[in-house]
T-cell receptor
Framework: DVKVTQSSRYLVKRTGEKVFLECVQD?????MFWYRQDPGLGLRLIYF???????EKGDIPEGYSVSREKKERFSLILESASTNQTSMYLC??????????????FGDGTRLSIL | RKEVEQDPGPFNVPEGATVAFNCTYS??????FFWYRQDCRKEPKLLMS???SGNEDGRFTAQLNRASQYISLLIRDSKLSDSATYLC????????????FGTGTRLTIIP
């Protein structure tokens, strides 16, 4: 069974702090994704990676960066946290190839509050 | 116009009833379509893929209408455990596997 693990379920940080959200998957998946989910807006893609050290901007990359040093780990970094980054953050992974119907598997989410 | 649009609901439906959701998408070049289910305060999980010819999985039936660019999900004999938010999802970038999510339709099954 695929397991995507996010380091924290709930996190509270202060404005201006540098925040790290960690995600690890145990199925050797090539593709990994970071989303944020806000009421009325649905899931929006922040960044994704299709291989180690590879990254691509999603729809809302501003204020974020990512790191993929190892295949199983994909980190989201808030360079200088702001209150508008308070949100639910979801990590997902997916096996590349195998057809377009391969699902994305999600972690439990990190509910981040910036004060 | 949003890439993927859904009626947010809520749909409050008595147990045992049949309920249907529709979803429209704007990019006619979209190739793959899915329904995900998300329980309250939980992560989204794949419910089913949607195939051109329509497909069924137990009490769930998914349909795709490419001409009108909409996708539907039908739930028959609804159970209390079907209460969740249903997300319509479209694969918009085949090479990079980027998905676009609808905002979801909230369903509550009433005993």
């Amino acid at each position: 069974d695929v397991k995507v693990t996010q380091s924290s379920r709930y996190l509270v940080k202060r404005t201006g702090e540098k925040v790290f959200l960690e995600c690890v998957q145990d199925m050797d998946h090539e593709n990994m994704f970071w989303y944020r989910q806000d009421p009325g807006l649905g899931l929006r893609l922040i960044y994704f990676s299709y291989d180690v050290k590879m990254k691509e901007k999603g729809d809302i990359p501003e204020g974020y960066s990512v790191s993929r040093e190892k295949k199983e780990r994909f980190s989201l970094i808030l360079e200088s946290a702001s209150t508008n980054q308070t949100s639910m953050y979801l990590c997902a992974s997916r096996k590349a190839g195998g057809g377009s119907n391969q699902p994305q598997h999600f972690g439990d989410g990190t509910r981040l509050s910036i004060l | 116009r949003k890439e993927v649009e859904q009626d947010p609901g809520p749909f409050n439906v008595p147990e045992g009833a049949t309920v249907a959701f529709n979803c429209t998408y704007s990019n006619s070049a979209s190739q793959s379509f899915f329904w995900y289910r998300q329980d309250c305060r939980k992560e989204p999980k794949l419910l089913m893929s949607v195939y051109s010819s329509g497909n069924e999985d137990g009490r769930f039936t998914a349909q795709l209408n490419r001409a009108s660019q909409y996708i539907s999900l039908l739930i028959r004999d609804s159970k209390l455990s079907d209460s969740a938010t249903y997300l319509c999802v479209v694969l918009r970038d085949f090479g990079n596997e980027k998905l676009t999510f609808g905002t979801g339709t909230r369903l509550t099954i009433i005993p």
